[in-house]
């Protein structure tokens, strides 16, 4: 069945880094759209980045612009999110996301704190 699972997450400082993974299986993989979303709870979720089935192509998050990267390999079936210079208001859970026409899959979410 149809698996993305997320990876990476935890507790870190002001101004640290992390790299989240998202592992996905079920599906072929390198014909989806993938996305990274975010959710602080009482807070809208938010699109963070998106990348393009051959990764040739990119989308953040105003919010997010100039600090976080994503990538992928699709010989892996691995999306990435690396994000830099993290702040509190970047607290929140981290959904990954794949995409094609009408179908659309959900992993199960990391938890993200900044606080120092």
């Known amino acids: 069945q149809v698996q993305l699972v997320e990876s990476g997450g935890g507790l870190v400082q002001p101004g640290g880094s992390l790299r989240l993974s998202c592992a996905a299986s079920g599906f072929t993989f390198r014909l989806y759209v993938m996305k990274w979303y975010r959710q602080d709870p009482g807070k809208e979720r938010e699109l963070v980045a998106g990348?393009?089935?051959?990764?040739?192509?990119?989308e953040y998050g105003d919010s997010v612009k100039g600090r976080f990267t994503i990538s992928r390999d699709n010989a892996k079936n691995t999306v990435y999110l690396q994000m830099n210079s993290l702040q509190p208001e970047d607290t929140a859970i981290y959904y990954c996301s794949a995409h094609l026409g009408i179908r659309n899959y959900w992993g199960k979410g990391t938890l993200v704190t900044v606080s120092g």
């Open positions: 990348i393009t089935s051959a990764g040739d192509n990119t």
